[in-house]
């Protein structure tokens, strides 16, 4: 079994700042990217960022110089964090952290979301 679980939505003001969490856990033999999206009512779910096992991120042009992507795997953590800052409203969407890993070494690797955390950006 494998759980994601995000943390670190809520309300913010227009220009403020949120950092969201993601955590992966369960029987996971080897993460090979991991990352966020997130889906507007109305619209198609949208990548926001991802980060591989070897470190490279890649993000949307219109969240670039705004959110930043980091991960914590020190000691068996599977963490990531998305700082967000000079949030818009059109940052207003549910956000979900998808992790694609291998359960074990025989096993293809496998995508897993979480439940999705809402941001709200308004004043």
């Known amino acids: 079994q494998v759980q994601v679980v995000e943390s670190g939505g809520g309300l913010v003001q227009p220009g403020g700042s949120l950092r969201l969490s993601c955590a992966a856990s369960?029987?996971?033999?080897?993460?090979?990217?991991m990352g966020w999206y997130r889906q507007a009512p109305g619209q198609e779910r949208e990548l926001v960022a991802s980060?591989?096992?070897?470190?490279?991120?890649?993000?949307a042009d219109s969240v670039k110089g705004r959110f930043t992507m980091s991960r914590d795997n020190a000691n068996a953590k599977n963490i990531l964090y998305l700082q967000m800052s000079s949030l818009k409203p059109e940052d207003t969407a549910v956000y979900y952290c998808?992790?694609?890993?291998?359960?074990?070494?025989?096993?293809?690797?496998?995508?897993?979301w979480g439940q999705g955390t809402q941001v709200t950006v308004s004043s």
């Open positions: 980060i591989s096992s070897g470190g490279n991120i890649v993000d």
């Open positions: 369960g029987s996971i033999f080897s993460i090979n990217n």
């Open positions: 998808y992790v694609n890993l291998r359960t074990t070494r025989w096993d293809p690797i496998r995508g897993y």
